[in-house]
């Protein structure tokens, strides 16, 4: 009977929901996520602007999470959660990398998606970790930690991707050249109208400008969304998957 | 004349929908059954890892703890028999996976004992060498445990496609049977942690 029970449990487990268990994520997307408040606004801001800036360059995403309850799960299972449900990483590269700080359970993990795996191996998070963090750690320097954490991690991690697909996203000119070509197809055909001098060629032109002028507006405001919000460091988590990769250790 | 058109029409229509209901359903079955082979193999790898990083590390530990040979034998005999057991994709029945998941259990065990054993060698704790193999051992037990979840989820979703309607009917006649899942462990997949 307890048997049976324990089976139906089980059965049950994968329907249960990571939803209310981990931080969902943020909007605007962000690199630094203090839900624990373990380090001063500056301090985030310093964080934010060096993770911000290795992605513009490689367009690998390390993210830190730090969360005052691990709600009963252990460190891996709550941070493989957080990596899977956000999607840290680019979704071609899986290149992300998540650092999970548990100050209350007193717990670290640092997650490694899939296609950082062979540039960062688990013996090498278990090192930063015992060598690179613990230490600061034990004395409340989170910031000192981190900042060591994610230089560290840096440091492995380039060389594997280079940020060229990034920046072929911007489609900046594109929409320059597509606005070039529709104002000399107007000033075309109005051209030609005129010349024909009819009635319904005036009808058509009106019509025909209107619409290329919708278009043109359409094109020229989703080029302008682009570039606020590259202004303001917007970005997305790219949806890159993880498989259990790198390591956790305590303090 | 007209009224035999209806007819052959409407015939046609339901035909067509009948169709469609069996194409649909298997093309759904065919691929996520093909979803359950991606996870298995993807269980696979993880335990290989596993299985490769074995021979490493029981030297490792030799070299510092000879003394221990009955600790290697079993972690040797345990790696033997979990490698001769081999699972056909196309075969992944509750009783194979039991028989699989009973073979890497007996390993893990072996392992975890092997990895007492060596916490208490202050000089191979503290060796490098050491520290390495154990973090990547670790790394490949947190692996596992994450391809078993996704692969149990696979299974979930293509056991639940083939037992609802009309699906039931029609999986037996195709011939898509129900799948194994791993099972909970009481701890014998959990290498035993030593506090001192």
């Known amino acids: 009977m307890v048997k049976k029970f324990s089976l139906l449990l089980f059965l049950l487990l994968p329907f249960r929901s990571w939803s209310q268990d981990i931080p969902e994520n943020p909007v605007p997307a962000r690199f630094v996520n203090d839900f624990a408040q373990l380090l001063s606004e500056s301090e985030v801001a310093t964080l934010e602007k060096k993770l911000e800036n290795y992605q513009d360059t490689t367009s690998n995403q390390v993210v830190i999470v730090t969360t005052n309850s691990l709600n009963n799960y252990d460190i891996e299972s709550y941070s493989y959660a ?47 970790i015992r060598e690179k963090m613990r230490p600061y750690f034990k004395k409340n320097l989170y910031f000192e930690g981190l900042d060591s954490a994610t230089s560290n991690v840096i440091k492995y991690a380039s060389g594997e991707y280079k940020a060229e697909e990034l920046n072929e996203k911007q489609p900046k000119y594109i929409w320059l050249v597509v606005f070039i070509i529709i104002i000399l197809l107007i000033s075309f055909i109005s051209k030609y109208n005129r010349t024909k001098n009819s009635a ?10 209107l619409a290329l002028m919708s278009m043109s507006n359409k094109g020229s405001s989703r080029g302008g969304g682009w570039r606020n919000g590259q202004d303001s460091g917007g970005w997305d988590f790219g949806g890159g998957s993880f498989g259990g990769g790198g390591a956790s250790g305590d303090w | 004349m007209k009224k035999s058109y209806i007819v052959i029409g409407v015939v046609l229509v339901v035909l067509f ?14 691929n996520s059954e093909e979803t359950v082979s991606q996870s298995w193999s993807q269980v696979q790898n993880v335990y290989q890892r596993r299985l490769d990083l074995i021979p490493n590390l029981v030297n490792t530990v030799k070299g510092m703890a000879a003394s221990e040979k009955e600790t290697f034998e079993a972690v040797i005999n345990a790696r033997a028999k979990a490698t001769a057991i081999n699972i056909d994709p196309s075969k992944l029945t509750p009783e194979q996976i039991s028989k699989f998941q009973a073979a890497q259990g007996e390993l893990s065990t072996a392992l975890g004992r092997l990895m007492v054993v060596s916490e208490q060698y202050p000089q ?36 639940t496609l083939i037992r609802q309607f009309p699906n039931n009917m029609l999986a037996g006649i195709y011939g898509f049977e129900k799948k194994g899942y791993f099972e909970a462990e009481q701890n014998a997949d959990k290498a035993p942690k030593v506090q001192f």
């Open chain 1, 82 to 128: 957080i990596s899977k449900s956000w999607g840290i990483g680019q979704k071609e590269k899986n290149n992300g990398v998540l650092i999970t700080i548990a100050p209350n359970e007193r717990k670290m993990r640092i997650e490694v998606g899939y296609g950082l795996e062979g540039a960062i191996p688990d013996a090498v998070c278990k090192h930063i």
């Open chain 1, 200 to 209: 319904i060629g005036r009808d058509l032109d009106f019509w025909t400008i």
């Open chain 2, 17 to 30: 929908a009948i169709y469609r209901i069996f194409a649909g359903s298997y093309n759904n079955m065919v």
């Open chain 2, 124 to 159: 191979l704790r503290q060796s490098e060498g050491f520290l390495n193999l154990q973090a990547q051992l670790e790394g490949t037990e947190n692996r596992i445990s994450v391809e078993r979840k996704n692969f149990n989820e696979a299974v979930q979703t293509y056991n």
